[in-house]
């Protein structure tokens, strides 16, 4: 069951297992059961502790999120900001998740609970429905698209 990783630097991370990444486009279909590769490592990662990453709209092992999290900054320049938003919304919604992210009238990235109206003044400039944002395959044509 797909849920927020908490981590220092408050990158967007979302934990999935190998049959939310294969419905994301990341798990790749076997016979007796998805496997997911590590983005960083191509190791194969375990089947219930995959880091989606919506700063790079990648997915990683246990060890390469811990990693990337303990060295790598967070880019909260604007344009980094609502990329990523924009992407962890995408999968938060694709996923059933509660958890939406957006921006505080200060800039500052948070995440709410889409259920919650205390949260109504957040200004969240991307769409946060799936079905009327991307499908799974133009979603990974957007990745490509912005070069990376
Ligand atoms: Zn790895």
């Given at each position: 069951?797909?849920?927020?990783?908490?981590?220092?630097?408050?990158?967007?991370?979302?934990?999935?297992?190998?049959?939310?990444?294969?419905?994301?486009?990341?798990?790749?279909?076997?016979?007796?059961?998805?496997?997911?590769?590590?983005?960083?490592?191509?190791?194969?990662?375990?089947?219930?502790?995959?880091?989606?990453?919506?700063?790079?709209?990648?997915?990683?092992?246990?060890?390469?999120?811990?990693?990337?999290?303990?060295?790598?900054?967070?880019?909260?320049?604007?344009?980094?900001v609502q990329y990523e938003i924009r992407h962890f919304n995408h999968?938060?919604?694709?996923?059933?998740?509660?958890?939406?992210?957006?921006?505080?009238?200060?800039?500052?990235?948070?995440?709410?609970?889409?259920?919650?109206?205390r949260y109504e003044n957040i200004d969240v400039k991307e769409s946060?429905?799936?079905?009327?944002?991307?499908?799974?395959?133009?979603?990974?044509?957007?990745?490509?698209?912005?070069?990376?």
């Amino acid at each position: 069951m797909a849920k927020i990783y908490n981590n220092p630097k408050e990158h967007l991370v979302i934990i999935i297992n190998t049959e939310e990444a294969t419905k994301l486009g990341f798990g790749i279909p076997q016979f007796g059961g998805n496997i997911c590769i590590c983005g960083t490592c191509n190791s194969i990662t375990d089947d219930n502790e995959i880091y989606y990453f919506a700063s790079l709209n990648e997915v990683m092992c246990a060890k390469c999120a811990q990693t990337y999290c303990n060295n790598i900054n967070h880019y909260l320049d604007s344009n980094s900001v609502q990329y990523e938003i924009r992407h962890f919304n995408h999968v938060a919604a694709a996923l059933n998740m509660k958890e939406r992210a957006g921006t505080s009238p200060g800039g500052k990235i948070v995440i709410y609970n889409v259920e919650d109206t205390r949260y109504e003044n957040i200004d969240v400039k991307e769409s946060t429905d799936a079905d009327n944002y991307l499908s799974s395959t133009e979603f990974h044509d957007l990745k490509c698209y912005n070069g990376e």
